[in-house]
């Protein structure tokens, strides 16, 4: 079955730095778009970034453009989201997803995640 494990959220300050990792098993990694979305305290599920199959196309939603940065590496069946210039309400438990923007909440496919916070 799917499997989709997140890993390197933690603590950091203000303008600080993370690289999120999410390991892939149990289907064709390189078959499909993938996605971050994440969850912050009392708040629903906001996608943040997706990535094509290939790793030809990325997009971002607006709160993080500039600042973060998805990439694959198919042949390790490994997705990452490179996080720089962090805010405080960039905390939020961060998910990979099977997916791209428009359809990761219908494939129902997201990882436990890892939580992200980000305070002085």
């Known amino acids: ?20 990792s999410c390991a892939a098993s149990g289907f064709t990694f390189s078959y499909y778009p993938m996605s971050w979305v994440r969850q912050a305290p009392g708040k629903g599920l906001e996608w943040v970034s997706e990535i094509w199959s290939g790793g030809g196309r990325t997009y971002y ?13 198919n042949a390790k069946n490994t997705l990452y989201l490179q996080m720089n210039s962090l805010k405080p309400e960039d905390t939020a438990v961060y998910h990979c997803a099977r997916g791209g923007s428009s359809s990761w909440s219908v494939e129902g496919s997201w990882g436990q ?3 992200v916070t980000v305070s002085s």
Request: glycine fraction near 20%; hydrophobic fraction near 30%; charge should be positive.
């Open 1 to 20: 079955q799917v499997q989709l494990v997140e890993s390197g959220g933690g603590l950091v300050q203000p303008g600080g730095s993370l690289r999120l």
């Open 113 to 115: 995640g890892t939580q």
């Open 61 to 73: 939603a607006d709160s993080v453009k500039g600042r973060f940065t998805i990439s694959r590496d």
